[in-house]
């Protein structure tokens, strides 16, 4: 059993667990939405709900993110559509890795002019493929350290598989003053260092499309790449 389905008023939040608490109220989980037009703000009100959990004791259990998704405006079937929401997504889902939120429930992956990930005929909008670059950081899960994320909307989270052969760097720039980024890559576990690099890019005019490969023979790497203002890009690194 748990609740409430919290909006926006952390006020109403803290007034229901008192009242749980006070009356003995059994709950299992605070269940909470959030929609914005900056990524980084569903981090915060991640932050808000888990410390009014804790300041009430409830901080033990789960809490989860129901609904979340970009907050358009009154072009919103042409916004959902675009790159800019779709590094939305990604920025959103890289910043939430470091959070307290058991789950986080992306509102909705269907045909909905509103939030949907495809069009009235089933074609993809460009979120769609944020959610196939996750899967492919997915295949990679074990998590390497990876600095230069903001909280300006430019994040970046980097990972490797099992069997130390491939490695995967998504990064999101939503909106920052960026026009590209210098990646710097080194001590990979490849052996005698030799590796395919793959560029994916989802942008104003990219469908998560194979734009660079290279094969290099050093255990060190730094390349500088240019990146669209609303973009997503996914490397993926290969052991030959």
């Not at 230069?148 to 989270?157: E, H, M, P, R, T």
């Not at 710097?184 to 690099?197: A, M, N, T, V, Y």
């Not at 730094?222 to 203002?229: A, D, H, S, W, Y």
């Given at each position: 059993?748990?609740?409430?389905?919290?909006?926006?008023?952390?006020?109403?939040?803290?007034?229901?667990?008192?009242?749980?608490?006070?009356?003995?109220?059994?709950?299992?989980?605070?269940?909470?939405?959030?929609?914005?037009?900056?990524?980084?703000?569903?981090?915060?009100?991640?932050?808000?709900?888990?410390?009014?959990?804790?300041?009430?004791?409830?901080?033990?259990?789960?809490?989860?993110?129901?609904?979340?998704?970009?907050?358009?405006?009154?072009?919103?079937?042409?916004?959902?559509?675009?790159?800019?929401?779709?590094?939305?997504?990604?920025?959103?889902?890289?910043?939430?890795?470091?959070?307290?939120?058991?789950?986080?429930?992306?509102?909705?992956?269907?045909?909905?002019p509103w939030?949907?990930?495809?069009?009235?005929?089933?074609?993809?909008?460009?979120?769609?493929?944020?959610?196939?670059?996750?899967?492919?950081?997915?295949?990679?899960?074990?998590?390497?350290?990876?600095?230069?994320?903001?909280?300006?909307?430019?994040?970046?989270?980097?990972?490797?598989?099992?069997?130390?052969?491939?490695?995967?760097?998504?990064?999101?720039?939503?909106?920052?003053?960026?026009?590209?980024?210098?990646?710097?890559?080194?001590?990979?576990?490849?052996?005698?260092?030799?590796?395919?690099?793959e560029l994916?890019?989802?942008?104003?005019?990219?469908?998560?499309?194979?734009?660079?490969?290279?094969?290099?023979?050093?255990?060190?790497?730094?390349?500088?790449?240019?990146?669209?203002?609303?973009?997503?890009?996914?490397?993926?690194?290969?052991?030959?």
């Open positions: 059993m748990g609740g409430p389905a919290l909006a926006w008023n952390i006020t109403f939040l803290d007034q229901f667990l008192k009242y749980c608490k006070t009356n003995n109220v059994p709950i299992d989980f605070i269940s909470w939405h959030a929609y914005s037009k900056e990524p980084y703000d569903i981090y915060f009100r991640a932050e808000q709900v888990h410390e009014c959990m804790k300041n009430n004791g409830f901080s033990s259990i789960e809490s989860l993110l129901t609904e979340w998704n970009f907050q358009p405006g009154e072009n919103y079937e042409i916004e959902f559509k675009s790159s800019k929401v779709a590094a939305f997504i990604a920025s959103t889902m890289i910043y939430l890795q470091d959070n307290p939120p058991d789950i986080a429930t992306f509102y909705r992956g269907d045909t909905w939030g949907g990930l495809f069009d009235k005929n089933g074609v993809p909008h460009k979120a769609y493929y944020v959610f196939m670059a996750f899967k492919m950081l997915i295949e990679t899960p074990n998590r390497l350290l990876c600095t230069g994320s903001n909280s300006k909307g430019f994040a970046v989270i980097a990972g490797i598989s099992p069997n130390n052969e491939t490695v995967t760097i998504l990064i999101s720039n939503f909106g920052s003053e960026f026009n590209g980024y210098n990646l710097r890559i080194s001590d990979l576990p490849f052996e005698e260092g030799r590796f395919r690099l994916y890019a989802v942008d104003s005019e990219e469908d998560f499309d194979l734009i660079k490969s290279d094969v290099y023979d050093t255990a060190k790497l730094e390349i500088e790449q240019t990146m669209k203002r609303y973009a997503v890009h996914l490397v993926r690194l290969i052991r030959e």
